[in-house]
């Protein structure tokens, strides 16, 4: 049997068949868009149930726990801003990722990158804490995350003291060479932005007597901010830049 040439399908067929895709349309474009709500973020599981999940291989799911969590806010084709997220649970999962995978450094990038740069100061400040502690577990690793707070805490909050609090530990706790010699540098020179001349002297002629600053460029600029200090100190005024 020959199919009917459509040239002999009955007007009122095709007409009604265009209707009814228009219509199907029409419904389809008035429907709500799917959306994902920033308290939808679960709790994470806890660690003893993701180690048994992990199966032996515990980095390979810390890291697809992180892609995971980097995901959420563009699940169901909607976007949830990080400032909206809730943030006890953002470092729940962070907390657990890194117990997952001491060594991985994208869960502290992160925070760092993009959770701490969220315009609320209040979860701002929830995220630099997290990195301090977290830090404090392993300083020879975790350094730059906590040179980066330190950077945000003064640029983006404003806050010298909390500033100050985590070059000072970056200062104590990290020994790594692979560190460099500006790491070691930053307290000094928030104190000085503090106006605490005297302790970023102290601060500073110490590095240079320590021999830690094997560079000898960066010698020469920890000996003229020396100077800049010391003339600041004799005159009250900004020494001269040289």
Same mark, same amino acid.
């Given at each position: ?18 209707? &009814? ?16 709500? &920033? ?13 048994? %999940? ?16 980097? &995901?959420? +806010? ?26 997952? +995978? ?17 315009? +609320? ?12 502690? /977290? ?13 980066? !707070? ?16 985590? %070059?000072? &530990? ?22 000085? +932005? ?21 560079? /000898? ?22 020494? !001269?830049?040289?």
């Amino acid at each position: 049997m020959r199919e009917r040439p459509l040239a002999q399908v009955p007007p009122w067929i095709t007409g009604g068949f265009v209707l &009814a895709l228009a219509l199907q349309l029409l419904v389809a474009g008035l429907q709500p868009k799917p959306s994902v709500r &920033a308290q939808d973020l679960p709790a994470p599981p806890g660690i003893a149930a993701l180690r048994l %999940a992990a199966l032996g291989d515990p980095i390979a799911l810390a890291k697809g726990l992180m892609l995971y969590l980097q &995901a959420f +806010d563009y699940q169901a084709g909607s976007r949830v801003p990080y400032r909206d997220l809730d943030y006890d649970r953002l470092e729940a999962w962070l907390g657990r990722i890194l117990e997952l +995978d001491p060594g991985g450094q994208y869960p502290l990038m992160s925070a760092a990158r993009f959770y701490a740069e969220v315009p +609320d100061p209040a979860k701002q400040r929830r995220v630099l804490e997290l990195i301090h502690r /977290e830090y404090l577990k392993d300083p020879n690793r975790r350094w730059p995350w906590l040179a980066h !707070a330190a950077v945000v805490a003064k640029h983006q909050l404003k806050d010298l003291p909390l500033a100050r609090q985590y %070059a000072a &530990a970056l200062q104590r706790n990290t020994t790594t060479p692979d560190a460099p010699v500006w790491v070691r540098q930053m307290e000094p020179f928030i104190l000085a +932005d503090m106006n605490e001349l005297e302790a970023a002297k102290v601060l500073i002629g110490g590095l240079i007597a320590s021999g830690q600053v094997k560079d /000898e460029r960066d010698a020469l600029l920890l000996k003229q901010r020396l100077e800049q200090l010391e003339e600041r100190l004799r005159t009250g005024k900004p020494a !001269a830049k040289p």
